[in-house]
């Protein structure tokens, strides 16, 4: 069938000062269903366009998606170690009190490209998904934001505990102020990390750390007192002659604890942090020392 023109099919008989029938006429009412019929095709057509204008709409919001997930994608690749400015680049600024977009992003630029694209009818429904889908993004790159501050946070930490822990490993044990000092440092620099959990969680390792530096630092100036200080029983003696698997008791080697006026029994507090297992493998490894020498 002929395309009828939309403003042609939308118009029915007129009803002026033009040949008129008799109700009842074969031609009055052939006219008349001649107009209806034009009218039907006038809507039919309505819904069609109508229909096709919200389905290339919904093809061209998808594509908008596509670009989007594209773009943040790599704005995250490109973003600095810590994050900065990662949300606002891609989705702006957005007032709390008033809802006006203070300063556009990315994601303003991506939209009003695509917004001429979109059918006029449908160009309106369009325009308000605006906002939603800005909020939905902005939830996404603030998370993302947030994450790569965490990773960068707990990779700097790191590096500065590596440093701290290596300057107590190669320093006098019997320094305490040097100790304290280093220690204190870490802890200053735990107090600045955001997240909560990361500074409790740095601030039970760091202390556990630093006192596994110290032992090492006095196994290598002193391996009996380290024996001393770490054994799993810390009031039994420990003996040259035990470590060698040779007989033990008083008469069965030499006795440290009598030797070092620093006896298991006053212990160290800066070792009170060690965990069970570092603590037993460093009395392994001071063990293996005293029996080498």
Avoid: C
Wanted: no cysteine; charged share 25%; aromatic share 6%.
């Amino acid at each position: 069938m002929a395309t009828i023109p939309l403003q042609l099919a939308q118009r029915r008989l007129d009803t002026g000062s033009v040949v008129s029938y008799p109700d009842g006429s074969p031609i009055g009412a052939a006219m008349q269903g001649f107009g209806d019929e034009l009218s039907a095709v006038a809507e039919r057509f309505r819904q069609q366009k109508q229909q096709q204008d919200a389905f290339d709409a919904e093809v061209i919001g998808r594509e908008l998606n596509g670009q989007i997930a594209q773009a943040e994608n790599e704005a995250i690749r490109n973003a600095p170690a810590d994050g900065r400015g990662l949300h606002d680049a891609m989705y702006g600024q957005v007032d709390p009190r008033t809802g006006q977009v203070i300063k556009s992003g990315l994601f303003d630029t991506l939209f009003d490209g695509t917004l001429p694209k979109v059918p006029e009818s449908e160009r309106a429904n369009f325009i308000r998904k605006k906002e939603a889908l800005r909020l939905a993004g902005s939830a996404r790159m603030a998370a993302q934001q947030y994450a790569r501050r965490q990773d960068y946070e707990q990779t700097e930490w790191s590096k500065a505990q590596d440093s701290y822990t290596t300057a107590i490993a190669q320093s006098d044990p019997d320094d305490t102020a040097a100790f304290e000092a280093i220690r204190q440092s870490g802890f200053d620099f735990i107090a600045k990390m955001g997240n909560a959990v990361a500074r409790q969680a740095a601030e039970t390792a760091w202390r556990s750390n630093t006192a596994k530096a110290l032992a090492q630092a006095r196994t290598a100036k002193d391996p009996g007192r380290s024996v001393e200080l770490l054994g799993a029983e810390p009031a039994a003696k420990v003996t040259i002659g035990a470590i060698n698997g040779e007989t033990t008791g008083a008469e069965g080697g030499t006795d440290l604890s009598a030797k070092n006026p620093n006896s298991p029994t006053s212990g160290d507090d800066r070792l009170a942090d060690l965990r069970p297992d570092d603590r037993a493998a460093l009395a392994r490894l001071a063990g293996a020392s005293v029996a080498q020498n």
